[in-house]
């Protein structure tokens, strides 16, 4: 079935660039239903987008007529996505903030789907604390967002600020609805891990060499994200520690994103007490000891040495924390020797259930889709069959749903 857009043009100098937005969702057989915001109504014509989307455009909040065909709160649950282009600095404050004083931001409150925001506005505008703060907010509540880019801007100036073009929205748009777009209600989610909270970590961390180059790993976040889409799917309230990845953020579910370990281990403190922690996470083991605070350069010296330190242990921390959760499951990553590695870990950690997968270049685990895992506790292994990064999840939380009924974790 063809895909729905909701598409709401805030009053930015780019709105124009909406219309070639909807020509290309159109020409890839996706509907788009438009919003125009009273500002956005001085940049491009209501009849303009009436004659692209081939639909009526929404304009008012209070319309005794639209309200009598397509009321509000329907008109933001008819559709798969809800896109914002050009979101302008107001648009977002105003999500931040939850308002609902017009149609777009009412929309924004009261849609079950999930919203992808292109920004577009002046470079002081967006580097601006209020907006980098009221990114950061949106983001915390699983607002998706394309660019802004770089480069030169109408008024004159340089810099970010710039609306994505409409081919890299139409691919934000594409990498979003490949996931699962529906927001549940939080917490209110039947399912065997109604009630319960659950923290997930993923991804990999960077670690930083100087202040352009970092240590990084394979880890794409798709096993991490896909057990916490899950848990959330089996009625858990969920915080996901992410590091940086370039899948999506799961629906319904609390997002926050770190880069080092020690930003991972702080997040994850402080969304402590849970009632299941899975580190999912690629940790880095390392990091450079001196922190450089300039670029690194080439000299006669020859290359610099990277003095290594050890991050903190997340999961042994999370094991002897003094809000340790009921159920603690850690994952090993391997290229040898896969399960001897996992029991070891298990007893080093102090944790109840290691996933132990082989990692070797040759298994494709890492940014792959399908992976096998072997569930390592103190009872034995159990050897799972390949399956997809989904599905391996699906089970794990399901096990996680009865090991903390059992248990009376
Ligand atoms: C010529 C002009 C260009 C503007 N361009 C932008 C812009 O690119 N981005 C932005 O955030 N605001 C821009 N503004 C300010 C918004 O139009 C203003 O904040 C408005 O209240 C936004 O309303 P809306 O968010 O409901 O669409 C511009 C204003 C003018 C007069």
Known sequence: MSKRILLIVGGGIAAYKSLDLVRRLRERGMSVRAVLTKAGAEFVTPLSLAGLTGQEVHQELFSLTAEARMGHIELSRDADLVV???????????????????????????????????????????????????????????????????????????????????????????????????????????????????????????????????????????????????????????????????????????????????????????ALPADIYVGAAAVADWRVGAAVVEKLKKGPSGPPTLGLVENPDILATVASHAKRPGLVVGFAAETEKVIDHAQAKLARKKCDLIVANDVSPATGVMGGDANTVHLVTGAGVETWPTLSKQDVAKRLVERLATLVKETGA
């Not at 065997?192 to 960077?206: D, M, Q």
């Open 84 to 270: 914002i282009a050009p979101a302008t600095a107001d648009l977002l404050a105003k999500a931040a903030q939850g308002h609902a004083d017009d149609l777009a931001s009412t929309l924004l409150l009261a849609t079950d789907k999930r919203i992808l925001a292109a920004p577009s506005m002046n470079l002081r505008m967006w580097l601006h604390p209020a907006t980098q703060r009221n990114v950061a907010t949106l983001r915390g509540d699983g607002m998706l967002f394309v660019g802004p880019g770089d480069g030169a801007m109408a008024c004159g100036e340089f810099g970010p600020g710039r609306l994505s073009e409409p081919l890299e929205i139409v691919a934000a748009i594409e990498a979003a609805l490949a996931g699962d777009t529906t927001i549940p209600l939080p917490g209110a989610q039947p399912g065997p891990l109604a009630g319960r909270r659950v923290i997930v970590t993923s991804g990999p961390t960077h670690e930083p060499i100087d202040p352009v180059r970092y240590i990084a790993n394979r880890s794409s976040g798709k096993q991490g994200h896909a057990i916490a889409q899950a848990a959330a799917g089996a009625g858990a309230e969920v915080v996901l520690v992410s590091g940086p990845v370039t899948v999506p953020d799961p629906a319904g579910v609390r997002c926050v994103h770190v880069e080092t370990a020690r930003q991972m281990l702080e997040a994850v403190e402080a």
